[in-house]
């Protein structure tokens, strides 16, 4: 792939057409600059992949659920898939009809389930019995047949570089687990407000192999295959969850022809429709993380670059041990050797340790690449900061699609002085 979304022009780096120095400059730091260019092409890479089986592409919008990327997303036909009250409700906001939302997690609660049922989504991945029969008794409360989805565990194991990440194997708490799940899914289809349409997985994310998609979906067919004989003639979808690969360090981007080799084949022969739920694929690459050097140290024989950004922007660093590349937004500096820190009172609020990197001084801008998954989806306010803005890029113009907190807002959900209440 030549094109690429943050190049350096004239020395500087720009995101698409958009000067990452005037763009700080306007804006401040830190802040996330999201192209839009890059999430358009990997929507299509994607859609071209699975264009030989009938397919719906539902983002999973906890990667990152800015209304803008929503909203782009959906206008080039991507849908979405949501964990929570409140995903569901980003997702409506940003104009998911809800015939285009698959409302799925592990832990849906009575009020969720009732809201997602009231929305009418298209539908509930369900992860166990109890949820099933819940579901059942709410559908009947309003007399709707709710049309769900069984998540399984097919206990496959799962490379990938982090624990925190696999999702698929024996013992998680996702899915139903794989000896059970024919029981559930006979279960739900003799209950009369509760439709089975779909059978999916999720086994993890960033998974550098496809081999544990292959047998994941072996046990999915093999499933399939006894619902079948069990009388299960309801089945419209099956739903292989999201999972693929995104460089962050220079690797081999995810193979898209093998994992069509692997996913394809299956779809057909079963005869259902393909769900896919990419996150991290449709807009890690999209994004960046724009900061300020502000000071620099010397401490115990390392150079230490202390910057207005880390943890409470950028949790995967010191969360997962996820590397993120960073560069000086200022082209030609020589290498140094640094460790990346941030302003937050932890020993843990770290972006790079011991990295070889540019050079920078403070006053300096860098940028923390792969940024657009999971970055400011996870932000929070520790240490009372304000989350960030993000900005939407698209070619020579710019957009602030979320604005920078402000004070008032970080307190404004407390009060000072206790409105107390006497207990019954
Ligand atoms: C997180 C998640 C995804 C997306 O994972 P990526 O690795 O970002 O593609 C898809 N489906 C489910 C159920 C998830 O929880």
Not at 9 to 30: F, I, R
Not at 348 to 373: C, H, K, N, W, Y
Request: proline share 4%; with cysteine.
């Amino acid at each position: 792939m030549t094109w690429a979304p943050f190049t350096w022009v004239g020395g500087v780096l720009h995101a698409e057409g958009v000067s990452l120095e005037q763009l700080a400059e306007d804006v401040g730091t830190p802040v996330y600059v999201y192209s839009t260019e890059m999430i358009r092409r990997q929507a299509a890479r994607l859609r071209e992949t699975l264009a030989s089986v009938p397919h719906r592409i539902h983002y999973a919008c906890k990667a990152n659920g800015s209304l803008a990327v929503l909203s782009l997303l959906r206008s080039v036909g991507v849908r979405v898939d949501v964990v929570s009250g409140g995903e569901l409700y980003r997702a409506r906001q940003a104009g998911f009809t809800p015939d285009e939302i698959i409302f799925g997690g592990v832990g849906k609660s009575a009020e969720e389930l009732g809201d997602a049922l009231d929305a009418g989504v298209s539908l509930i991945s369900v992860e166990s019995l109890e949820e099933v029969e819940l579901i059942s008794r709410l559908a009947a409360a309003r007399n709707v047949v709710a049309r769900i989805g069984i998540r399984v565990n097919p206990e496959v194991s799962v490379e990938s570089f982090h624990e925190y990440i696999k999702t698929g194997e024996k013992g998680d708490k996702f899915g139903v687990p794989y000896d059970q799940a024919e029981k559930v899914g006979l279960r739900a289809h003799a209950l009369p407000h509760v439709r089975l349409c779909a059978i999916g997985m999720h086994i993890g994310s960033q998974l550098s192999q496809l081999a544990p998609y292959g047998h994941g979906l072996e046990r999915l067919e093999a499933l399939i295959a006894s619902l079948r004989a069990g009388g299960v003639d309801t089945l419209t979808h099956v739903d292989i969850g999201g999972g693929l690969y995104v460089p962050y360090n220079g690797e081999a981007p995810a193979d898209l022809s093998a994992y069509a080799d692997t996913v394809l084949p299956v779809a057909k022969r079963l005869g259902l429709e393909l769900i896919v739920e990419p996150g991290r694929f449709l807009v890690a690459e999209a994004g960046l993380l724009l900061g300020r050097v502000l000071y620099r140290k010397h401490a115990g024989g390392r150079d230490i670059l202390v910057t207005d950004t880390g943890m409470t922007e950028l949790l995967r660093p010191s969360h997962y041990d996820a590397y993120h590349r960073i560069a000086s937004v200022r082209d030609g500096r020589p290498q140094g050797r640094f460790d990346v820190v941030g302003p937050i009172c932890e020993s843990g609020d770290f972006l790079a340790l011991d990295r070889e990197m540019d050079d920078a001084s403070p006053g300096d801008l860098i940028a923390v690449f792969t940024a657009g998954a999971y970055g400011n989806a996870m932000a929070s306010n520790y240490n009372a900061r304000q989350r960030p803005a993000e900005v939407l890029v698209d070619g020579s113009r710019w957009a602030v699609v979320t604005r920078r907190e402000s004070y008032a807002e970080l307190v404004q959900r407390e009060v000072s002085t206790p409105d107390w209440r006497a207990s019954a």
